[in-house]
Nanobody, 130 residues
Framework: HVQLVESGGGLVQPGGSLRLSCAAS????????MGWFRQAPGKEREGVASIDRYGGTDYMDSVKGRFDISQDGAKNTLYLRINNLQPEDTAMYYCAAAVRTSGRMTAVQALRVGRAFYNHWGQGTQVTVS
């Protein structure tokens, strides 16, 4: 049973930084991708970054240069570093995992497909920039 638990959100002033974490457990699949999504009030959930098991990454165009996704395999933890936070970054941030028993998945595929690519989700962590 795959479990994803996010942490690290909070209230930050514009220009500040945060590092979100997602502790993953319960899977030993040979193929996976991980991603971060965000959902602001009244808006659709959007994918902001993805990473595959080979370290490939992809980002939504509007966050490139400010967001950095990484993973620590030894700790089974996914991270999202957000720099120069802006009020428009205010949202609930979700960690997601796509796991398969076989086949290769890439970060580019994951970001392009979006929500439908993933089959496991965390509960979210709130980021407020004000």
């Amino acid at each position: 049973h795959v479990q994803l638990v996010e942490s690290g959100g909070g209230l930050v002033q514009p220009g500040g930084s945060l590092r979100l974490s997602c502790a993953a457990s319960g899977y030993t699949y040979s193929s996976y991708c991980m991603g971060w999504f965000r959902q602001a009030p009244g808006k659709e959930r959007e994918g902001v970054a993805s990473i595959d098991r080979y370290g490939g990454t992809d980002y939504m165009d509007s966050v490139k240069g400010r967001f950095d996704i990484s993973q620590d395999g030894a700790k089974n933890t996914l991270y999202l570093r957000i720099n120069n936070l802006q009020p428009e970054d205010t949202a609930m941030y979700y960690c997601a995992a796509a796991v398969r028993t076989s086949g290769r998945m890439t970060a580019v595929q994951a970001l392009r497909v979006g929500r439908a690519f993933y089959n496991h989700w965390g509960q979210g962590t709130q980021v407020t920039v004000s």
